[in-house]
T-cell receptor, first 109, second 115 residues
Framework: RKEVEQDPGPFNVPEGATVAFNCTYS??????FFWYRQDCRKEPKLLMS???SGNEDGRFTAQLNRASQYISLLIRDSKLSDSATYLC??????????FGDGTTLTVKP | DTGVSQDPRHKITKRGQNVTFRCDPI?????LYWYRQTLGQGPEFLTY????????KSRLLSDRFSAERPKGSFSTLEIQRTEQGDSAMYLC?????????????FGNGTRLTVT
């Protein structure tokens, strides 16, 4: 079993739709959590950190459930420019970052 | 802009040859990471450094792979006796000083093709 598992996707949604991605992690000692975005043939870039109380950044909302070892990302009012692969990332207390395999989103006009 | 830089961007080599990649992290960052990524997969952890100390190396990494960060600044990743299965994008990332949970900042990667 992988340390970080994500919905395999792909997700194909129309513009304006709301879409949610899920991620589970196996290491209960994990300390911090992130969502990264990766465009085709580009490097991953930080989208947002995920805080225990949940956090929002514009159209993006991240949630963390430590008891269930589950992280989510919600995108509201999807834009064409949101098309990308979304990577869930989990850090241990030693600072090592483990990535999921990503979920691919395609937003269509 | 003094982001993470990697060199070369692309490397084509024949099976059995040795290759070396370089990474220059963001100057104030003390942690440096190497990842490998193949199509359809997320970045796979290879190794990471805090300053010049190598803190962890993936058990999946064979003895053909070695990484150094001799002065706690730039790092090199060497692959000896390359195999076709080594073909991948090799990503370097760095993270900030004083916070073990800082997010990673990636370079553009080095794409390796082994023929």
């Amino acid at each position: 079993r992988k340390e970080v598992e994500q919905d395999p996707g792909p997700f194909n949604v129309p513009e304006g739709a709301t879409v949610a991605f899920n991620c589970t992690y196996s290491n209960s000692a994990s300390q911090s959590f992130f969502w990264y975005r990766q465009d085709c043939r580009k490097e991953p870039k930080l989208l947002m950190s995920v805080y225990s109380s949940g956090n929002e950044d514009g159209r993006f909302t991240a949630q963390l459930n430590r008891a269930s070892q589950y992280i989510s990302l919600l995108i509201r009012d999807s834009k064409l420019s949101d098309s990308a692969t979304y990577l869930c990332v989990v850090n241990t207390n030693a600072g090592k970052s483990t990535f999921g395999d990503g979920t691919t989103l395609t937003v269509k006009p | 802009d003094t982001g993470v830089s990697q060199d070369p961007r692309h490397k084509i080599t024949k099976r059995g040859q040795n290759v070396t990649f370089r990474c220059d992290p963001i100057s104030e960052h003390n942690r440096l990471y190497w990842y490998r990524q193949t199509l359809g997969q997320g970045p796979e952890f290879l190794t990471y450094f805090q300053n010049e100390a190598q803190l962890e190396k993936s058990r999946l990494l064979s003895d053909r792979f070695s990484a150094e960060r001799p002065k706690g600044s730039f790092s090199t990743l060497e692959i000896q006796r390359t195999e076709q299965g080594d073909s991948a994008m090799y990503l370097c990332a760095s993270s900030g000083r004083g916070n073990e949970n800082s997010p990673l900042h990636f370079g553009n990667g080095t794409r390796l093709t082994v023929t």
